[in-house]
C-alpha cells in the first residue's frame, strides 16, 4: 500500500513563493511511478479541486487555469515525490493542499478519479 505524506506549507505573504512536497512511502516503487498525480486543494466551505496534475515520466502536465504561469508541478519518481513550485501566490490559493494517486481513467480533472490521499498541508497567503 502506497502512503503519500504532503509537506512544505505555511503563512507567507501576497507575492510569495512556497514548494510543497509530496513523498510515498511503502511499495511504491511499481506503483507511484506509474501513476498520475495530481494536487488538489480545499478551501473552508468550498470542495476539493483540482490545481494540477503530471504523468508518469513528467512529459506532461496539467492546471487550473487559475495558476497556471504561477504554479509548476514536477516530480522525481527515484526519489518518489511530486513537487508543486507555487509563485505569485494570492490570498485566494489559501487552501488545504492534497496530493493523491490517479486510480481511474474517467476525468483527469476531478477528485473522483485519485485515491491514497495524503493528509494535507495547509498553505496561507496573507499579510
Known amino acids: 500500500q502506497v502512503r503519500l505524506v504532503e509537506s512544505g506549507g505555511g503563512l507567507v505573504q501576497p507575492g510569495g513563493s512556497l514548494r510543497l512536497t509530496c513523498a510515498a512511502s511503502?511499495?511504491?516503487?511499481?506503483?507511484?511511478?506509474?501513476?498520475?498525480v495530481g494536487w488538489f486543494r480545499q478551501a473552508p466551505g468550498k470542495e476539493r479541486s483540482f490545481v494540477a496534475a503530471?504523468?508518469?515520466?513528467?512529459?506532461?502536465?496539467y492546471y487550473v487555469d487559475s495558476v497556471k504561469g504561477r504554479f509548476t508541478i514536477t516530480r522525481d519518481d527515484a526519489k518518489n515525490t511530486v513537487m508543486l513550485q507555487m509563485k505569485d501566490l494570492k490570498p485566494e490559493d489559501t487552501a488545504v493542499y492534497y496530493c493523491?494517486?490517479?486510480?481511474?481513467?474517467?476525468?483527469?480533472?476531478?477528485?473522483?478519479?485519485?485515491?491514497?490521499w495524503g493528509q494535507g498541508t495547509q498553505v496561507t497567503v496573507s499579510s
Open positions: 493523491a494517486v490517479r486510480i481511474r481513467d474517467t476525468n483527469t480533472f476531478h477528485s473522483s478519479d485519485y485515491g491514497l
Open positions: 511503502g511499495h511504491t516503487s511499481s506503483t507511484f511511478s506509474e501513476k498520475v
Open positions: 503530471i504523468i508518469s515520466g513528467g512529459s506532461r502536465t
